[in-house]
């Protein structure tokens, strides 16, 4: 069906590994701490962005003045140990197996780096891709196209070549932006 593309981008909390819930839990058990909750749909509007952009946002919800980058190692480190326990591949996944070794593939996260080889490598999925790009690999985050532009370039693929698979706002405006096609996986 993407045989068309010459090169195949995946986004990967929601997309191909069903972390979402837990990156919830992980908010609400940090939050908790400090006596601070979030709304779920305004969370779910800033799927896709970086860690320390989620703290920032959060922050600026209940007006607190706090390094929206400590609140952010704060959960990243609570939600390490909770993902590598529970994370499981999304059927997305079966789309990746049939492409290994016909397309270059990478991951485009928003997602640390680290974080995402850790994830990939705990489920057996790290050897189906070429590239990784993480939040930390990039300045600029989604709902820019830097990251998929990255993958693009480290693939050695030209951006309107690829198709992203994206399960959220930002990273479907960072594709198009990109001018790539996009897979938005919550209509499929």
Not at 6 to 25: N, Q, S, V, Y
Not at 36 to 60: H, K, T, Y
Not at 66 to 87: C, F, G
Request: hydrophobic share 45%.
């Amino acid at each position: 069906m993407y045989d068309r593309y010459a090169g195949l981008i995946f986004d990967m909390d929601g997309t191909l590994l069903d972390t979402e819930p837990t990156h919830r839990k992980a908010w609400q058990v940090v939050l908790a701490r400090y006596g601070m909750r979030f709304d779920e749909q305004a969370m779910v509007g800033l799927n896709g962005s970086p860690c320390w952009r989620v703290a920032q946002a959060i922050l600026s919800w209940h007006n607190v003045e706090q390094d929206p980058h400590l609140l952010a190692r704060e959960k990243t480190d609570m939600v390490k140990s909770m993902l590598m326990e529970t994370v499981q591949p999304l059927p997305l996944v079966e789309v990746v197996k049939r492409y290994k070794g016909r397309r270059p593939m990478a991951v485009g996260t928003g997602s640390e780096h680290a974080m995402a080889d850790a994830l990939l490598r705990r489920l057996d999925l790290y050897d189906y891709f070429d590239v990784i790009v993480g939040a930390d690999d990039v300045k600029t985050h989604k709902p820019e196209p830097e990251t998929f532009l990255r993958c693009a370039q480290l693939m050695g693929v030209q951006p309107e070549r690829c198709v992203v698979f994206e399960d959220a706002d930002f990273g479907v405006q960072a594709a198009r932006a990109a001018g790539m096609d996009v897979v938005d996986v919550r209509l499929v």
